[in-house]
Nanobody, 121 residues
């Protein structure tokens, strides 16, 4: 099993920054993808950014130019640096990872518990 633990959420004023972290642990043979989704009240969960081995980062349109995703492979940790935050960024942010627990295992998706980000105007 793969566990994902997020940290770094909180409440900030518009224009400020936050940095989210997500550390993976457990039985991990390979983990080619890590990233972040978010879900605002009354809305569907949406991709914010992910980082795929050999392909680099991808960003949703709202995240481009303001958010930066990075990954420390040795620590199995993914980060999301969020700058110039806006009230519309308010959401629960979920870390996810696509990983295999063995060389013959299927590529499964795993989720963190979510961390609240609240941006006030």
């Amino acid at each position: 099993q793969v566990q994902l633990v997020e940290s770094g959420g909180g409440s900030v004023q518009a224009g400020r920054s936050l940095r989210l972290s997500c550390e993976a642990s457990g039985s991990i043979y390979s983990m080619p993808t890590m990233g972040w989704y978010r879900q605002a009240p009354g809305k569907e969960r949406e991709l914010v950014a992910d980082i795929i081995s050999d392909n680099g980062p991808r960003y949703s349109d709202p995240a481009k130019g303001r958010f930066t995703i990075s990954k420390d492979n040795a620590k199995k940790t993914v980060f999301l640096q969020m700058n110039s935050l806006k009230p519309e960024d308010t959401a629960v942010y979920y870390c996810f990872a696509k990983a295999r627990e063995s060389w013959r295992g299927d590529l499964e998706i795993y989720w963190g518990q979510g961390t609240q980000v609240t941006v006030s105007s």
